[in-house]
């Protein structure tokens, strides 16, 4: 049973547009969560996060969206860059430190 | 500073082998994360170590086992390997336990077993 679920497998947006990626989790005692990108033969690199008693955390271009009502969480880009393209991770923490995430969502910027 | 380390990046084993992957953190940090990545599932949580001793352990056979050295290396271990064995292995470190953060990845071990 996944407890982190990243429905689109992969998502193609043209630059300079905005980029929307979608999480939804389905425990409510995950407390933080956690945006990560990976480009292929690297490791997942941190990209930005909101704590359960945020709604809205912004960094740059990156904007990261909260609704615990609807255990639901959005990634947006503005505006979108060919270095964007990646896997877009989604995880969740729990008191443990444990991260919980989603299968990922690949990202193809189109020029 | 040297980013997170691990070893080999490739390895090719049959059914019933055993293999140990290496993981070097960060210098200074002493939380180690193992991680398996499969097409579709996403990071599977292994187990985390800190100050040589197992912290938190996910769900998985007792065939994967690992263990952290005093200075902060860990390896990981699969016994009698099965096909579905088969993954990526990530390893992460950060410099204290609870900061998600700033828990920087290496590369990984990529594991086929036939």
């Known amino acids: 049973d996944q407890q982190v679920k990243q429905n689109s497998p992969s998502l193609s947006v043209q630059e300079g547009r905005i980029s929307i990626l979608n999480c939804d989790y389905t425990?409510?005692?995950?407390?933080?969560f956690l945006w990560y990108k990976k480009y292929p033969a690297e490791g997942p690199t941190f990209l930005i996060s909101?704590?359960?008693i945020k709604d809205k955390n912004e960094d740059g271009r990156f904007t990261v969206f909260l609704n615990k009502s609807a255990k639901h969480l959005s990634l947006h880009i503005v505006p979108s860059q060919p270095g964007d393209s990646a896997v877009y991770f989604c995880?969740?923490?729990?008191?443990?430190?444990?991260?919980?995430w989603g299968a990922g969502t690949k990202l193809i910027i189109k020029p | 500073k040297a980013g997170v380390t691990q070893t080999p990046r490739y390895l090719i084993k049959t059914r019933g082998q055993q293999v140990t992957l290496s993981c070097s953190p960060i210098?200074?940090?002493?939380?180690v994360s193992w991680y398996q990545q499969t097409p579709g599932q996403g990071l599977q949580f292994l187990f985390e170590?800190?100050?040589?001793?197992?912290?938190n352990k996910g769900n998985f056979p007792g065939r994967f086992s690992g263990r952290q050295f005093s200075n902060s290396r860990s390896e990981m271990n699969v016994s009698t390997l099965e096909l579905g064995d088969s993954a990526l292995y990530l390893c992460?470190?950060?410099?204290?336990?609870?900061?998600?953060?700033?828990?920087?990845f290496g590369p990984g071990t990529r594991l086929l077993v036939l």
């Open positions: 909101i704590s359960s």
């Open positions: 210098s200074g940090h002493r939380s």
């Open positions: 995880a969740a923490s729990d008191s443990n430190y444990q991260l919980i």
């Open positions: 170590y800190f100050s040589e001793t197992q912290r």
């Open positions: 425990n409510s005692m995950f407390d933080y």
């Open positions: 992460a470190s950060c410099r204290d336990r609870g900061l998600v953060e700033t828990q920087y």
